[in-house]
């Protein structure tokens, strides 16, 4: 795992992982925290369950999913993360991880020490507030998900998936319509509740449809309008 000094004012990223309209002293106070770029290869641990909380993490290029394993060595996928997302926040009310975060790609993030931030956030009130939307943002994403479980039937599950995919891509300048899938067909079928036969299934489902276009890992979402009625529709 490579190390390397990281600024905020020169991240192509920032505006996705901080508030917009900080002074130009605001962002020297924060280049002032010398984080720390770790490179990681796919497969390495971020962290793993039952490591200290010292950090919060901010993706600067790569993806990781975080995950939960059982007592019966079952993993049960929790999220997927990607670039100028923060991972990492769900040990600062216990001090510690309960899940782990595993790099599905090579990927780069920047180490953001959390007691030096929380200190930092309080002189710069707009740090505070974006870092309670990014917590609120993540209680809106988990209640969505228990709603796609609880409602959806499989191949709906998939569609909400993709097109989750899709606006997050789009905020990021990206094409909303073709991408790379960096999980596998299994963790997409343990984060939706289903066998990974069934998302195989939905998949070819949807190409045959017309829908998307499926090369390996490669989507291309040909008809996103169709995409976005299958959500609350049988094809």
Do not use: W
């Amino acid at each position: 795992m490579l190390q390397s000094n990281s600024s905020c004012s020169t991240c192509n990223l920032a505006e996705l992982c901080l508030p917009v309209g900080l002074t130009e002293e605001e962002m020297q106070r924060l280049d002032e925290l010398r984080m720390q770029k770790h490179s990681f290869s796919r497969g390495d641990y971020l962290y793993r369950g039952g490591d200290k909380f010292r950090a919060l993490f901010a993706i600067n290029r790569g993806s990781f999913k975080t995950r939960i394993l059982h007592e019966d060595g079952r993993e049960q996928v929790t999220g997927f993360q990607m670039g100028g997302e923060i991972i990492g926040l769900d040990a600062i009310s216990t001090d510690m991880h309960d899940g782990e975060a595993v790099a599905l790609e090579s990927s780069v993030v920047c180490e953001l020490p959390f007691q030096r931030l929380e200190t930092l956030s309080r002189d710069i009130p707009s740090l505070q507030r974006h870092l309670h939307k990014i917590m609120s943002r993540e209680i809106v994403r988990d209640q969505g998900i228990m709603l796609l479980l609880g409602s959806m039937r499989a191949e709906e599950r998939v569609a909400a998936f993709l097109l989750t995919l899709s606006q997050r891509y789009a905020a990021r300048g990206l094409s909303p319509t073709q991408f790379q899938l960096s999980m596998s067909r299994q963790d997409i079928g343990s984060y939706l509740g289903l066998k990974i036969e069934t998302v195989s299934r939905a998949f070819s489902h949807f190409q045959d449809k017309g829908i998307i276009a499926v090369r390996a890992r490669s989507i291309e979402i040909t008809d996103l309008a169709r995409l976005q009625t299958s959500v609350n529709s049988s094809c």
